[in-house]
């Protein structure tokens, strides 16, 4: 009657091999749940860190590691086949691991193990993150609320994917089951490919002249953001998913011979149309909490650059009983005021507006 | 002995020709320092509601525009230069207009007026809008702290510069002094690279399966931002500016077919390059009010969904004493709680997560 609780799926301790920002994090969303956690990494340190903020036990303090349900590999992506194997040869734990790519491990693990092992082994994929690295930057709320992809191949063990769909629950993301090979065409469309044209954006402002850059608005931070990401994780991520990131890297190619051409011959109607098309690919994200996307307004709302004055405004909202969908702060050069970007129910924007124009705020749709 | 107000620069009426989004605008921002503002358009309707919300007065109904000081053309781009020589031969006035790109209108009013009228125009772009138009979606604020590029040619009459600089002001913008050739180089690739490549990548979620949307996070959200806008506006802004924008995108595509060749032959140190460059466009964005770039750090912060808990949030920042530079609301499908990430100074950001901490926030950097 109703639903097992995930613990109930979570047998036994977990083994995290890896100690890093995700490893740690991982390690301490776990313990929120009282789970037994051991932690293992090739520097000692890192364990140290992670025990010390309570992410789990040394695994080599550990009486034995034989009672241990799951193992969760969190290494960097050029070393995640031998730890999976490692993993899989040294007992009979199920296996997962939290690389961003899935297909290519996958071949590499299932070329040195046999079948009965490799059925132990489930990939997944949590979609979170830092521009930090290392257990010093982990959190137990990194996963909240966000997309965790578990990828099983067609042998896995069904108790397996079970048991890692249960550690994304625990750690309070939301679990997507889907094939390793789609993952990767996935986040080479929603993750990879975002942020190689992000960086080729950015890469035609870096020699540009100051006096040009002092033009720039909301609109370029927003797309170039991203490309602010360390190269050295991205470049592995990127040859780790080369085949479908061609793939789509070589159809933009196409659009973009395409958008050139339409340019270049003034054919106003196939610009359009292109951009008509983008225009589709925005509605087509998924909207806040998975439903569909909600129709949302923006209230302009210029607010003094003080401590204080944006709780004041939204203070203000919260009273006035609009809920903020999203915010975007405009960074613009010169005045000690910041424009502030409110995101309401489309229904709800026109009233906002009136209500804090009325307790003196000064704002535009 | 102090600078002259730049009220003093402007010493009759300003007549303002269009009364949409921008001369609506430019009417209300006026209007605050009591100048003296006439409004004309095609359509009556548009001059109705504009002079209704306190943008100006009629045109018509004025009884003289003899003494008009500064006429604003800001009117659709196809009809720009019609309504610049129209205004240069009215009268004596300085003339400017609002238009996204600045060389092909000048060029087209060159070829029409002799030296002396083309003396009094200088052309000008504010780095402002809304994803809606009309005079209803007007406010006085629109400019606040915005950049507003002057475009003087070289036969501008400096008096006719002085006058638009000052309007840029009045309207409580940034004056960006640049030639009209340098602007629209400036803003092919601060502002219409980023749009065009953002709707490629927009373009490729449009028949993506919706389990891969699934995945989209933060990242693929900011970069397709700006394709949600109107692809009817967006065409003329990039066929008035074709030749800087067709330069910028053969450029790209070059930096896009060394990318292709790197991914595809697995030349990671290339990679790791191209993404490098990225990382240095990024750091080459200017800062907050137009100074160096200042370090900040990501402060992450579980909100749960109800309207007041984002003020909560930042009442708590605001007492803690930490300015908030930037914040951004991550819509993850799936749990009714928000990740809120908040840009601090960074020799704040631990100052800011401990102190949260202590009055029971959920956080993590």
């Known amino acids: 009657m109703g639903e097992e609780p995930a613990e109930a799926r979570l047998t036994g301790p977990v083994l995290v091999v890896g100690a890093g920002l995700?490893?740690?994090?991982?390690?301490?969303?776990?313990?929120?749940?009282g789970v037994e956690v051991l932690l293992r990494d090739v520097n000692p340190q890192n364990v140290t860190i992670a025990s010390s903020v309570g992410a789990g036990v040394d695994a080599a303090h550990a009486s034995t590691t034989a009672d241990v349900a799951l193992v969760v590999v969190a290494v960097p992506p050029d070393h995640l086949a031998d730890e999976i194997v490692a993993a899989l040869e040294a007992g009979d734990a199920w296996v997962?691991?939290?690389?961003?790519?899935?297909?290519?491990?996958?071949?590499?693990?299932?070329?040195?193990?046999?079948?009965?092992?490799?059925?132990?082994?489930?990939?997944?994929?949590?979609?979170?993150?830092?521009?930090?690295?290392?257990?010093?930057?982990?959190?137990?709320?990194?996963?909240?609320?966000?997309?965790?992809?578990?990828?099983p191949h067609s042998d896995a063990n069904p108790a397996a994917v079970e048991a890692v769909t249960a550690l994304a629950a625990l750690c309070g993301a939301t679990p997507v089951i889907l094939g390793p090979e789609e993952h990767d065409e996935a986040v080479a469309r929603t993750s990879h490919l975002p942020h190689l044209l992000a960086s080729l954006v950015a890469g035609r402002l870096a020699d540009a002249p100051p006096a040009h850059l002092a033009l720039s608005g909301q609109g370029v931070r927003d797309v170039t953001r991203i490309a602010a990401g360390d190269p050295a994780l991205w470049q592995q991520i990127i040859a780790g998913n080369a085949h479908a990131v061609s793939a789509l890297?070589?159809?933009?190619?196409?659009?973009?011979?395409?958008?050139?051409?339409?340019?270049?011959?003034?054919?106003?109607?196939?610009?359009?149309a292109l951009l008509q098309r983008g225009v589709e690919g925005t509605a087509a994200i998924p909207g806040k909490h998975g439903g569909p996307?909600?129709?949302?307004?923006?209230?302009?709302?210029?607010?003094?650059?003080?401590?204080?004055?944006?709780?004041?405004?939204?203070?203000?909202?919260?009273?006035?009983?609009?809920?903020?969908?999203?915010?975007?702060?405009?960074?613009?050069?010169?005045?000690?005021?910041?424009?502030?970007?409110?995101a309401v129910a489309a229904d709800r924007a026109d009233f906002l507006r009136e209500s804090l124009e009325g307790r003196g705020w000064t704002s535009h749709r």
Do not use: C
């Not at 690295?133 to 996963?143: D, E």
């Open 22 to 33: 995700l490893g740690t994090s991982i390690g301490l969303a776990l313990r929120r749940h």
């Open 96 to 151: 997962t691991d939290v690389g961003s790519v899935k297909a290519a491990p996958l071949e590499a693990v299932s070329a040195r193990v046999d079948r009965d092992r490799l059925a132990h082994y489930v990939g997944s994929h949590p979609m979170a993150g830092s521009e930090r690295s290392g257990p010093f930057a982990a959190s137990s709320a990194l996963f909240d609320g966000r997309p965790w992809a578990v990828t």
């Open 249 to 272: 890297l070589t159809d933009v190619r196409e659009d973009l011979d395409e958008l050139l051409e339409a340019v270049g011959s003034g054919d106003r109607a196939r610009v359009a």
């Open 293 to 342: 996307a909600q129709p949302t307004a923006p209230v302009y709302v210029v607010v003094p650059d003080h401590p204080g004055e944006l709780a004041r405004l939204l203070a203000d909202a919260g009273d006035i009983g609009v809920n903020v969908e999203d915010l975007h702060i405009d960074h613009d050069p010169g005045r000690p005021v910041g424009l502030v970007e409110l």
